[in-house]
């Protein structure tokens, strides 16, 4: 049998192209650090893409049977009231909405599909250490596992193990930063039954901070802004801002900011937008925030890490089990590049005009014109399917 292809780290987009490979007939080994995916991720929105993708895989009511919740709007909430960004209930979808499922329970659902698959299978508390090569070509993995180390040749491997990927530094393809003003200090609150049925994609803007709140089956997940590098002077003031942010701009959250006694309860996600120059060696492809770091704003970083599989498998398929020309790594780049491009460039934006905001002492709340903007009638059915299909999405051809 061919050498497999050999996806190092088990994120949605390595994932997602092995099932796609693996079903086409493609032998492929996944090799995943952890010895399960059960932690806690930062991306669990599957947008209707993922879904429409899914169905067509035969799949969708398999993994809709999961327990998900699904949000059919993006709203931001300001003193001078609430504005509705994007409305999902007005595509023309069978899944007009967006379904949040804790990521571990999606990576379960995927790698048990993968395993199943004749010729693939799915290995976790493997850590890959190293890469094999030939002359300047990548053909295999050196990994460590609890018995001790071992080599994984491969036809090609596949860099899926996100945005501080030990694959890009082994490969030495950098990123470059993009611009990021602000970091997200995340922590969970339960939900409670009187809380507001239509809670699930929101952002409460203050002066200086907002607060985005994601419903999900394991409470309300939270997430806090700060400058860029301001979290140390966050922990030195403590959790005594933030439970009055809540109590001042979430109110009907504001029965549990209490719960919140310590910053042991708080994770910092270091905001990044950065993207690798090259995602490819000859004989390893990155994908993913391997290849491109997507900051948590709008929540595409699962979306686009799928979509990159897409195109990945729409070049790799036809290839079968015979070796992949360097063209072919550097087609895929090509067509997936100009949309992560133009997504990344909106995030900059985005991040900018905070950073702006805050140095001129003016309030981060979005300009006063949006909400004329989006009471035009069709703006927030377009904005719901850019945000649901981002820009060029690709389509299955195999």
Same mark, same amino acid.
């Given at each position: 049998?061919?050498?497999?292809v050999?996806?190092?780290?088990?994120?949605?987009?390595?994932?997602?192209?092995a099932?796609?490979?693996?079903?086409?007939?493609?032998?492929?080994?996944?090799?995943?650090a952890?010895?399960?995916?059960?932690?806690?991720?930062?991306g669990?929105?599957?947008?209707?893409?993922?879904?429409?993708?899914?169905?067509e895989l035969?799949?969708?009511g398999?993994?809709?049977a999961?327990?998900?919740?699904?949000?059919?709007?993006?709203?931001?909430?300001?003193r001078?009231?609430?504005?509705?960004?994007?409305?999902?209930?007005?595509?023309?979808?069978?899944?007009?909405?967006?379904?949040?499922?804790?990521q571990?329970?999606?990576?379960?659902?995927?790698?048990?599909?993968?395993?199943?698959?004749p010729?693939?299978?799915?290995r976790?508390?493997?850590?890959v250490?190293?890469?094999?090569?030939?002359?300047d070509?990548?053909?295999?993995? !050196?990994?460590?596992?609890g018995?001790?180390?071992?080599?994984?040749p491969?036809?090609?491997?596949?860099?899926?193990?996100?945005?501080?990927s030990?694959?890009?530094?082994?490969?030495?393809?950098?990123?470059? &930063?993009?611009g990021?003003?602000?970091?997200?200090?995340?922590?969970?609150l339960?939900?409670?039954?009187q809380?507001p049925?239509?809670?699930?994609l929101?952002?409460?803007?203050?002066?200086?901070?907002?607060?985005g709140?994601l419903?999900?089956?394991?409470?309300?997940?939270v997430?806090?802004t700060?400058?860029?590098?301001?979290?140390?002077?966050a922990?030195?003031?403590?959790v005594?801002?933030i439970? !009055?942010?809540?109590?001042?701009?979430i109110?009907?959250?504001?029965?549990?900011?209490?719960?919140?006694t310590?910053f042991?309860?708080?994770?910092?996600?270091?905001?990044?937008?950065?993207?690798a120059?090259?995602?490819?060696?000859?004989?390893?492809?990155?994908l993913g925030?391997?290849?491109?770091v997507?900051?948590p704003?709008g929540?595409?970083?699962?979306?686009?890490?799928?979509?990159?599989?897409?195109?990945?498998?729409?070049?790799?398929i036809?290839?079968?089990a015979?070796?992949?020309?360097?063209?072919?790594?550097?087609?895929i780049?090509?067509?997936?590049?100009?949309?992560?491009?133009?997504?990344?460039h909106?995030?900059?934006?985005?991040?900018? !005009?905070? &950073?702006?905001?805050?140095?001129?002492?003016?309030?981060?709340?979005?300009p006063?014109?949006?909400?004329?903007i989006t009471?035009?009638?069709?703006?927030?059915r377009r904005?719901?399917?850019?945000?649901a299909?981002g820009?060029?999405?690709?389509?299955?051809?195999?």
């Amino acid at each position: 049998m061919a050498d497999p292809v050999v996806v190092a780290g088990g994120g949605p987009g390595g994932m997602m192209l092995a099932y796609l490979l693996g079903r086409a007939g493609i032998p492929v080994t996944v090799l995943e650090a952890a010895r399960d995916f059960d932690r806690d991720f930062r991306g669990d929105s599957l947008h209707p893409y993922t879904l429409e993708l899914f169905a067509e895989l035969g799949l969708a009511g398999e993994l809709l049977a999961l327990p998900h919740v699904t949000a059919r709007h993006f709203r931001f909430h300001t003193r001078a009231g609430t504005i509705t960004v994007a409305d999902y209930g007005k595509l023309d979808s069978p899944y007009p909405y967006i379904a949040l499922m804790p990521q571990a329970r999606f990576l379960d659902f995927l790698a048990a599909k993968v395993a199943a698959l004749p010729g693939c299978s799915v290995r976790t508390g493997c850590k890959v250490t190293g890469l094999i090569q030939d002359h300047d070509r990548v053909t295999g993995a !050196r990994i460590r596992t609890g018995d001790g180390d071992e080599d994984v040749p491969a036809r090609l491997v596949i860099g899926s193990d996100g945005r501080f990927s030990r694959l890009r530094r082994l490969a030495d393809l950098p990123v470059r &930063a993009l611009g990021a003003a602000s970091d997200l200090l995340w922590f969970r609150l339960p939900r409670h039954e009187q809380d507001p049925a239509d809670a699930d994609l929101d952002l409460y803007f203050g002066r200086d901070n907002y607060a985005g709140l994601l419903t999900g089956t394991q409470g309300w997940q939270v997430g806090y802004t700060v400058p860029k590098g301001g979290f140390p002077a966050a922990r030195e003031a403590g959790v005594d801002p933030i439970r !009055r942010f809540i109590a001042g701009h979430i109110p009907w959250l504001a029965d549990r900011a209490g719960l919140l006694t310590s910053f042991d309860q708080i994770t910092l996600l270091s905001v990044a937008i950065a993207r690798a120059d090259r995602w490819w060696r000859p004989g390893l492809l990155l994908l993913g925030d391997a290849a491109h770091v997507i900051s948590p704003v709008g929540g595409n970083g699962i979306l686009m890490a799928v979509q990159d599989a897409v195109t990945a498998a729409n070049h790799l398929i036809p290839l079968g089990a015979g070796p992949v020309p360097d063209a072919v790594l550097s087609a895929i780049q090509a067509d997936r590049e100009p949309a992560i491009g133009k997504v990344q460039h909106q995030q900059a934006r985005l991040e900018r !005009r905070v &950073a702006r905001s805050r140095a001129a002492g003016r309030s981060i709340s979005p300009p006063a014109i949006l909400r004329l903007i989006t009471a035009v009638p069709g703006v927030r059915r377009r904005t719901a399917h850019a945000n649901a299909y981002g820009p060029n999405p690709p389509r299955l051809t195999r």
